[in-house]
């Protein structure tokens, strides 16, 4: 991820930002290193750097947000300040969101707006969006970490001018996991003469510093000039390696119940581990995870997996989604409460409840008599 720019003449110094990630989705390790680029060339490696905190925008422009959580995926009302005092209004067509970050620290919409530096009256803003839910999760109980920087803004504090640029999503995990909410990762700018340098993530793109707008227009969507981002196999590959992630929670989720279950009815079943494992900690399974659940989100890595930005219509997509009501259903589900929860209620209780007949159907498992086999066993 590019996290510093400082140009060097016609080429530009980059610090990048480099995760070590786990099969889990855990951050096991970073890394910083030095490289060198310009538009239409390829990045040159510079070498590792020591570790650093990446630089933010200090300057006199502040964004005030409301305390307190957002409801209803609502837009958050914004008020702007220069130096203490009130500044041109921020215009409506152009939406802020907030994060039910659970628990609260800063305002909600402090997370998903981020003022990244400023020429003259002009600041520079990324936004986070979507406001709602994409598809593959509204049937989940998810409520912030989702929102990825889909938006840039060059704002007048004087006029109330702004030009607005959609723009391009990260795709990888570590951008991912990095530039979330909490957001350990920000988007850079840097000022080159009249132009300026943006980095989210994974691309990099070149902007007017001062957009000029049509006579009689304060607020314009537009096109976003020079943007470099990783080509389409990179994405296509990591695509791939989404949606072999998500195969494998629906799995794991379907394999942690069918153990819950098979312990009630005492059935031992070659394949499929004991659910003393789950409570051991031996094995470990996202949908058995109370915090995630209980505060509005869900595990970083299926996040990603659920969101990830597949074309429309594609085989792909289809897959993801089906999958996402897979997940859905799991999370849904009376078993999968009871399996959270294993040790308040016996298994007498519990097989009463479900009419001591397996409660639901599970990918990749089949029911025999009363327990649940593994479909390929």
Same mark, same amino acid.
């Given at each position: 991820m590019i996290a510093g720019i400082e140009p060097e003449g016609a080429r530009l110094r980059l610090t990048v930002h480099v995760d070590l990630v786990n099969a889990r989705g855990w951050i096991t390790g970073q890394r910083w290193y030095a490289a060198s680029y310009s538009l239409g060339d390829e990045l040159k490696s510079g070498g590792l750097l020591p570790a650093q905190t990446q630089h933010t925008y200090h300057g006199?422009?502040?964004?005030?947000?409301?305390s307190g959580?957002?409801?209803g995926f609502r837009t958050e009302p914004v008020t702007v300040e220069v130096a203490g005092k009130p500044a041109a209004k921020? @215009?409506?067509?152009?939406?802020?969101?907030?994060?039910?970050?659970? @628990? /609260?620290?800063?305002?909600?919409?402090?997370?998903?707006?981020?003022?990244? %530096?400023?020429?003259?009256?002009?600041?520079?803003?990324?936004?986070? %969006? @979507?406001g709602s839910l994409p598809s593959p999760l509204r049937a989940l109980p998810v409520s912030w970490g989702y929102r990825v920087w889909n938006r840039l803004v060059?704002?007048?504090?004087?006029?109330?001018?702004?030009?607005?640029?959609? =723009?391009?999503r990260s795709v990888s995990i570590g951008s991912w996991l990095e530039m979330e909410t909490p957001n350990l990762t920000v988007p850079t700018l840097a000022v080159q003469g009249d132009?300026?340098?943006?980095?989210?993530? /994974?691309? =990099? %793109?070149?902007f007017p510093a001062k957009p000029t707008l049509p006579p009689r227009v304060s607020v314009a969507e537009v096109n976003a000039p020079d943007i470099?981002?990783?080509?389409?196999?990179?994405? /296509?590959?990591v695509g791939q390696a989404a949606l072999d992630a998500l195969r494998a929670d629906a799995v794991a989720g379907a394999q942690s119940l069918a153990s819950y279950w098979n312990r009630l009815v005492g059935a031992k079943v070659p394949g499929v581990p004991p659910f003393s494992d789950y409570q051991s900690g031996k094995l470990a399974t996202w949908n058995l995870s109370l915090p995630p659940l209980d505060h509005g989100s869900l595990?970083?890595?299926?996040?990603?997996?659920?969101?990830?930005?597949?074309?429309?219509?594609?085989a792909a997509d289809g897959e993801r989604n089906e999958l996402a009501r897979t997940i859905a259903a799991i999370v849904a589900s009376p078993l999968n409460f009871a399996a959270k929860d294993a040790s308040s209620e016996s298994a007498v209780e519990v097989l009463a409840e479900f009419h001591?007949?397996? @409660?639901?159907?599970?990918? %990749?498992?089949?029911?025999?008599?009363?327990?649940?086999?593994?479909?390929?066993?």
């Open positions: 006199p422009v502040r964004l005030n947000f409301q959580f957002p409801s921020w @215009p409506s067509s152009i939406p802020m969101y907030g994060s039910l970050v659970n @628990p /609260e620290t800063w305002p909600p919409g402090s997370w998903d707006n981020l003022i990244l %530096g400023q020429v003259g009256p002009w600041i520079w803003v990324a936004l986070k %969006g @979507p060059a704002f007048n504090v004087q006029t109330g001018q702004a030009a607005e640029y959609p =723009i391009p132009k300026v340098w943006v980095g989210v993530g /994974e691309w =990099i %793109g070149c470099r981002s990783p080509d389409a196999s990179y994405t /296509e590959s595990p970083p890595l299926l996040l990603w997996s659920l969101t990830f930005p597949y074309d429309a219509g594609s001591h007949r397996p @409660p639901m159907a599970l990918p %990749g498992f089949v029911i025999r008599g009363d327990a649940y086999w593994p479909a390929n066993g």
